[in-house]
């Protein structure tokens, strides 16, 4: 090469070095539009292996009929789009209510429960059917908050992202898998998890809601009684189906801060301390605060089996009673003393379920081939509630799982 060849050679190599290195340098001086949600949320995890559901089988008989009646109940009332009856007078037919999309989401996850008990994977298709349909409220704004939100009533409230991984966890608990349609469940359920991380406070709790459009900011002033037990579930079923520590880590924080608040009857954070000591532990502090729900709702057992009161709030303690019953279990603590309260609440409850009722109402073949199945509110309340059947699915379930587990010992 000539000695010309060489200086142009050695130029040009100058010149692609010196681009290289202003190349470089720019993209590294370029703005970055953040994502960053306005609370600002923790590192988040990388790595989503899938497990393999854990769940308990759970012995045929009355009690697992009545899971399966609820579920019939909500298939047959399922709407041509999809929809879930939110209330239905089984005397008149009206439907004619506003429906609350937090607790229609929360009844499709009870859809899959009964999928699961009853081994029908018509639930599952009728659960999927919702779930598809509900899915369309969750939104995404990028430079307002990380992940998605369930977009209901103008915002997105903190329930409604627990309660949609609730349903996701329930489905995958039926299926074992994640695929819907051309949808990979999982990620969504990450997604919601984000959004969820980003509404902690300082303190270790939550904010209930956020406008992720007008304003991109947090309502301080918002709250909901359950959505922070809601919101720890959540995280507990998220550390479940992903083994990322990250989700156990969050949910640590959040419950170190919750035992520290008065008690309430918090059935989620009952379901929540079940999955602490099945998939992690329950510490002295998690046992002492678990005991006082469960003393709480059972001190207020006699007021609750009035027949005005509602079935739905009574089918709230068995959730929490069972749940707890199954983390005292596993925790090698007492738990034989809630089994008799247990079965109380299930008595009332059960009297409530169509074509049963406590208040002497003659229930025609009609009604019964409509609305057979569905927990309805009270003798001074004829409608069927998803709430009050899906927290009748869940917590029937989840007390023979309890009978399950103690019987395999």
């Known amino acids: 090469m000539s000695s010309s060849r060489r200086v ?73 789009n999809g929809e879930l009856p939110y209330q239905v007078d089984f005397f008149t037919g009206e439907r004619a209510y506003s429906p609350s999309y937090l607790r229609l989401v929360a009844g499709t996850g009870s859809l899959f429960t009964v999928c699961r008990v009853s081994g029908d994977s018509n639930y599952c298709a009728a659960g999927d059917f919702a779930l598809e349909h509900y ?68 303190d270790g709790g939550f904010y209930h809601s956020f406008d992720p459009h007008l304003t991109g900011e947090i309502n301080p002033d918002y709250f909901a009684a359950f959505s922070s037990g809601e919101a720890l579930l959540a995280l507990m079923e998220l550390y479940e189906m992903t083994g990322d520590v990250f989700w156990l880590t969050q949910a640590r924080e959040v419950n170190n801060y919750m035992v520290t608040q008065p008690v309430t009857e918090d ?44 079935s739905i709030a009574t089918a709230t303690k068995i959730e929490s009673l069972a749940a707890l019953a199954q983390a005292f279990y596993l925790s090698d603590a007492e738990h034989k003393s809630l089994e008799p309260q247990i079965r109380t609440f299930i008595t009332f409850v059960q009297a409530r379920q169509l074509p049963d009722n406590n208040c002497n109402w003659d229930i025609t073949n ?44």
């Open 135 to 202: 899915l369309e409220f969750l939104v995404s704004e990028p430079e307002k908050f990380k992940g998605v939100c369930l977009y209901t009533e103008g915002g997105c409230q903190l329930s409604g992202s627990a309660l949609t991984v609730d349903a996701i966890y329930k489905r995958w608990q039926a299926t074992g898998n994640f695929s819907l349609t051309d949808s990979t469940l999982l990620d969504t359920a990450v997604d919601l998890g984000y959004f969820i991380v980003s509404m902690r406070k300082p």
């Open 366 to 409: 009609e009604m019964e081939t409509k609305y057979g199945g569905g927990i309805f509110g009270s003798c001074e309340d004829a409608s069927i509630r998803i709430d009050g059947v899906q927290h009748w699915i869940n917590g029937v379930t989840a007390y023979l799982e309890y009978r399950s587990m103690i019987k395999v010992k």
């Open 8 to 80: 142009y050679l050695l130029l040009f190599l100058l010149a692609l070095g010196s681009a290289g290195v202003i190349f470089f340098q720019t993209k590294k001086d370029s703005p970055v539009i953040s994502s960053t949600p306005t609370v600002a949320a923790t590192l988040l995890p990388t790595s989503l292996p899938a497990r393999i559901p854990e769940t308990s089988q759970i012995e045929d008989g009355a009690l697992k009929d009545s899971i399966v009646a609820a579920g019939d109940y909500l298939t047959r009332q399922q709407l041509a």
């Open 267 to 310: 059935h989620w954070h009952s379901f929540a301390f079940g999955m602490f000591a099945r998939l992690d532990k329950l510490n002295k502090a998690d046992q002492k605060y678990a005991s006082q729900i469960a003393d709480t709702i059972i001190a207020g057992q006699v007021r609750s089996l009035d027949p005005k009161n509602s």
